[in-house]
């Protein structure tokens, strides 16, 4: 075996010691969930923005309250986040609505509270798995770095047994300590881009649900005065 051999990416993996070994198989486990929930968050919040988009140019348009939370309640499956924070809110006025003894000021508490409950919920489902790639991104470096330093500690410690030490006789030991860090900025470096991208896409989210919320409580408003 020549030294391009040696020293080519596969062979330095199957030739590491079983720490190394398993680091790199942590990692690639590790990574391979990250790009899985990297896609699956990239099609929601694109599907949930189309649907914002789709709402408010519905609501936007001057169409009846009450038909626009039918159509809520009959397309569950197919309502989207601002849909159903909508639903919640109409749904709370109208019940409360229907008790004379309220004043204007408790139905709308009351509404409000309840917009801001669904949304909450609806915050929470975009923003699962998140913390998932934060965490890889943050911590996959320092597990590769971990088994770098194992692989390296591990080729020095094989040279006590070699009379005349040479870097031929140590460089496919680094080598392959090294590949683990390469692994780790792998698993990390897409998880990290990801996240920041996802969190700033949820947080416009959120300003146009909050948004929505309070221009829909002050229709409302003036609808009982």
Not at 171 to 180: K, S, T
Not at 182 to 189: S, T, Y
């Amino acid at each position: 075996m020549n030294v391009t051999q040696d020293l080519s990416i596969l062979e330095l993996i199957l030739h590491a010691s079983l720490v190394v070994k398993l680091v790199m198989g942590l990692l690639f486990v590790v990574s391979v969930q990250s790009w899985y929930w990297i896609f699956r968050k990239a099609f929601a919040i694109r599907d949930a923005r189309l649907r914002t988009d789709r709402f408010e140019r519905d609501f936007w348009s001057g169409g009846d309250l009450n038909t626009l939370y039918q159509n809520a309640v009959k397309d569950r499956h197919g309502a989207g986040q601002l849909e159903r924070i909508f639903e919640a809110g109409f749904r709370e006025f109208t019940k409360l609505r229907g008790q004379k003894s309220l004043d204007p000021s408790d139905i709308i508490n009351g509404v409000r509270r309840a917009m801001r409950a669904t949304l909450q919920r609806e915050l929470d489902d975009l923003e699962a798995h998140l913390a998932f790639l934060a965490s890889v991104g943050s911590v996959s470096p320092y597990v590769g770095l971990f088994g770098t330093v194992w692989g390296i500690m591990h080729a020095f410690r094989g040279l006590a047994n070699v009379s005349t030490a040479t870097l031929a006789a140590v460089a496919p030991g680094i080598a392959e300590a090294l590949v683990a860090t390469a692994i780790g900025l792998f698993a990390a470096i897409p998880a990290v881009v990801a996240y920041n991208r996802f969190a700033h896409d949820v947080d416009r989210l959120t300003v146009r649900f909050e948004s929505f919320t309070e221009e829909f409580l002050n229709i409302l408003q003036r609808q009982i005065k």
